[in-house]
């Protein structure tokens, strides 16, 4: 997964893990961290500043199609293609 700088448009980052499309990405509040949702039916929370994986959360049997961060950043929903809606806590 690659994340460009949004000011400028260039490359800023390469995220490795995910074996499958990332979908959908979502910025925490404070932009410190970064969730992703995959093909590979998991959710990924990347640290921002060291670019490493911090929370890999496997649960979904299926695709991965939406991923958001509650708004204190304290919980992640995810849902996707098995029908389930998903409520992560930290």
């Not at 400028?8 to 925490?28: C, D, I, N």
Request: charged content about 25%; overall charge positive; glycine content about 12%.
């Amino acid at each position: 997964m690659a994340v460009a700088d949004r000011s400028t448009g260039k490359f800023g980052a390469a995220f490795r893990g995910h074996v499958g499309p990332v979908y959908q990405m979502s910025w925490s509040a404070d932009s410190r961290l970064l969730l992703s949702g995959s093909r590979d039916s998991t959710l990924k929370v990347w640290d921002i500043r060291t670019r490493k994986l911090k929370q890999d959360l496997p649960g979904h049997s299926d695709e991965v199609f939406s991923v958001d961060w509650s708004p204190n950043g304290e919980k992640v929903a995810s849902g996707g293609k098995d029908k389930v809606l998903k409520l992560w806590m930290g």
